[in-house]
T-cell receptor, first 116, second 116 residues
């Protein structure tokens, strides 16, 4: 399978705990994106990387959220001191990073986070 | 203001019939791209079709076509010969400029149900 993979698929945690999610993009894709999707809504942009550089971070993103992409390959998204409002599906996507290209984003299956 | 509007929360279509899912967008950038994604109950976002703002012809991909009306700022998805497997959430998305970060936004989605 050469698609985008995410781990874990489901995570249940207690409020106040830290959680970390992993995303492995398609190997030749140099752009990687994180989105959050709540029930009945479209995905909401969180952050994106070109290779190992984090180029943008949503203005809405709390400082409890941090993402890394060491060596420009896989990425991790960490949420510290989780709150019930963090419960959502966290989607990762990757794309080719050519300027002016229409290249679509390919999404992984998502990690569903439930904070109790 | 909403960048992407999808006015149909839910749609029903009979198997083998065609269906149109509406999408209107708002941008002042002359260069933009419009995308449609399908999200089955499994949760994975699947890219369907892309239309660039400078493309002269409407995009087509198999049973999917995009009815692009630039002056009206609409980009409706047409699915011909609906199949039971088409039942899913459908999201319209827009990229403004060539930036896939903050300027890549999704609409709220339309849930399509195909009836046997």
């Amino acid at each position: 399978d050469t698609g985008v993979s995410q781990d874990p698929r489901h995570k249940i945690t207690k409020r106040g705990q830290n959680v970390t999610f992993r995303c492995d993009p398609i190997s030749e894709h140099n752009r990687l994106y994180w989105y959050r999707q709540t029930l009945g809504q479209g995905p909401e942009f969180l952050t994106y990387f070109q290779n190992e550089a984090q180029l943008e971070k949503s203005r809405l993103l709390s400082d409890r959220f941090s993402a890394e992409r060491p060596k420009g390959s896989f990425s991790t998204l960490e949420i510290q001191r989780t709150e019930q409002g963090d419960s959502a599906m966290y989607l990762c996507a990757s794309s080719l990073g050519l300027a002016e290209s229409p290249y679509e984003q390919y999404f992984g299956p998502g990690t569903r986070l439930t904070v109790t | 203001a909403q960048k992407i509007t999808q006015t149909q929360p839910g749609m029903f279509v009979q198997e083998k019939e065609a269906v149109t899912l509406d999408c209107t967008y708002d941008t002042s950038d002359p260069s933009y791209g419009l995308f449609w994604y399908k999200q089955p109950s499994s949760g994975e976002m699947i890219f369907l079709i892309y239309q660039g703002s400078y493309d002269q012809q409407n995009a087509t991909e198999g049973r999917y076509s995009l009815n692009f009306q630039k002056a009206r700022k609409s980009a409706n998805l047409v699915i011909s010969a609906s199949q039971l497997g088409d039942s899913a959430m459908y999201f319209c998305a827009m990229r403004e400029g060539d930036n896939y970060g903050q300027n890549f936004v999704f609409g709220p989605g339309t849930r399509l149900s195909v009836l046997p």
